[in-house]
């Protein structure tokens, strides 16, 4: 158990739908990475959070967008959703921010766009 | 943006056979790390290489970070079935705070 808690594992929703997928990073870490794994792809990097403030942002659509709390945790929402948009989703935290420490990453949630 | 390239895509070994995977990047890296994917399982972190030259080994695993700080590898020792996985490096820039990932090597080992 890497300490980082993703909710929810799975979600299936239709085409054109809003979600929002939830990360709660380990006690103490401070920053914040969302990541997004297509089918046998790597991991696309998205967007990047250090105590509260945007630090990087990869290549993330318009459509989705993200924001981390005064409590650190985030939550990433993805709207009008297509069927190119199912993968899996990865939070991952680390003590520090820009990708200077160990990454532990959350079990994912599993996004289906039907 | 940042581009990290890892070659190859798939390997499939013989158990006890060695396997490399390599990492390039066409800019100075900061530092980079390596992580392990687990079939149906999360990227676990496996080590991070700050210093240009660097070499790391954790048992059967040995990981260089090259001279000019542009490329690494994981080379693995007599492989056993418990290394199945993708294998992935991560690489941050000078001066970004972005950590981009490789594509992956997906390495099978044949018992």
């Known amino acids: 158990d890497s300490g980082v808690t993703q909710t929810p594992k799975h979600l299936i929703t239709a085409t054109g739908q809003r979600v929002t997928l939830r990360c709660s990073p380990r006690?103490?870490?401070?920053?914040v990475y969302w990541y997004q794994q297509s089918l046998d792809q790597g991991l696309q990097f998205l967007i990047q959070?250090?105590?509260?403030?945007?630090?990087a942002k990869g290549n993330i659509l318009e459509r989705f967008s993200a924001q981390q709390f005064p409590d650190l945790h985030s939550e990433l929402n993805l709207s009008s959703l297509e069927l190119g948009d199912s993968a899996l989703y990865f939070c991952?935290?680390?003590?520090?921010?820009?990708?200077?420490?160990?990454?532990?990453f959350g079990q994912g949630t599993r996004l289906t766009v039907v | 943006g940042q581009q990290v390239m890892q070659i190859p895509q798939y390997q499939h070994v013989q158990e006890g056979e060695d396997f490399t995977t390599y990492c390039n990047s066409s800019?100075?890296?900061?530092?980079i790390q390596w992580y392990k994917q687990r079939p149906g399982g999360h990227p676990v972190f496996l080590i991070q290489l700050v210093k240009s030259g660097e070499v790391k080994k954790q048992k059967r695993l040995t990981f260089q970070f090259g001279e000019a700080k542009k490329n690494s590898s994981l080379h693995i020792t007599a492989t056993q079935t418990t290394d199945v996985g993708t294998y992935f490096c991560a690489a941050r820039e000078a001066g970004s705070y972005q950590l981009t990932f490789g594509k992956g090597t997906k390495l099978s080992v044949i018992p």
């Open positions: 800019t100075t890296l900061s530092n």
């Open positions: 006690s103490g870490d401070l920053s």
């Open positions: 959070y250090y105590n509260g403030e945007e630090r």
């Open positions: 991952a935290s680390s003590p520090v921010g820009g990708g200077q420490a160990e990454a532990f």
